[in-house]
């Protein structure tokens, strides 16, 4: 399985933009890149996910590298709700398992 | 329908005793995945199931370990001879199975503590 390397830790104020970086350097053609969050005590949640461009939703934007070697997640105004483990997972297009590494724990300052 | 549930939420065993959990997905989701989550940990794989078929099994997932989805929908997950190592958090999680690359959707989690 590919190997994505995350940040151990980051710190964010609150209502302020948070990026979230994630290297996945040996990315094949067929790797989506998947973002998943954790709060405590509960399972993890799906955030976003793409291939090549880059992806928005309600939760976040997904700003992916034009050589797909890293990607950002950036959630556009902190809330304290916002603070979790941020998981960068790639997972093929025929994929069943996802490869979790240990994540970002984003702490977020009021 | 709510998500994906897990019974029990919390299992305090003794060594050597077997222990099943259920996992019910999320109605009309073919994939079902379990996962173990030990503490400062990411989760890690251990088996997943398109409809009744077990297609991939880890490593970690040990001649102590069963899983089952006998009718596709419902799945358990046992182990015997329970260990000290086996305590951590268990998670199951539920997808489709569309082309390109689909979400998957997470339970809480059975939190098993063996003594």
């Known amino acids: 399985d590919a190997k994505t390397t995350q940040p151990n830790s980051m710190e964010s104020n609150e209502e302020e933009p948070v990026h979230l970086p994630c290297n996945h350097s040996t990315i094949s053609g067929t790797d989506y890149i998947h973002w998943y969050r954790q709060l405590p005590s509960q399972g993890p949640e799906y955030v976003i996910h793409g291939l090549t461009s880059n992806v928005n939703n309600r939760m976040a934007s997904l700003a992916i590298a034009e050589d797909r070697k890293s990607s950002t997640l950036i959630l556009h105004r902190a809330t304290l709700r916002d603070a979790a483990v941020y998981y960068c997972i790639l997972r093929d297009t025929n994929a069943g398992k996802s490869t979790f590494g240990d994540g970002t724990t984003l702490t977020v300052k009021p | 329908d709510t998500g994906v549930s897990q019974n029990p939420r919390h299992k305090i065993t003794k060594r050597g005793q077997n222990v099943t959990f259920r996992c019910d997905p999320i109605?009309?989701?073919?994939?079902l995945y379990w996962y173990r989550q030990t503490l400062g940990q990411g989760p890690e794989f251990l088996t997943y199931?398109?409809?009744?078929?077990?297609?991939?099994k880890s490593r970690l997932l040990s001649d102590r370990f069963s899983a089952e989805r006998p009718k596709g929908s419902f799945s358990t997950l046992e182990i015997q001879r329970t260990e000290q190592g086996d305590s951590a958090m268990y998670l199951c999680?539920?997808?489709?199975?569309?082309?390109?690359?689909?979400?998957?959707?997470f339970g809480p989690g059975t939190r098993l503590t063996v003594l």
């Open positions: 109605s009309e989701h073919n994939r």
């Open positions: 999680a539920s997808s489709l199975s569309l082309p390109g690359s689909s979400e998957q959707f």
């Open positions: 199931f398109q409809n009744e078929a077990q297609l991939e």
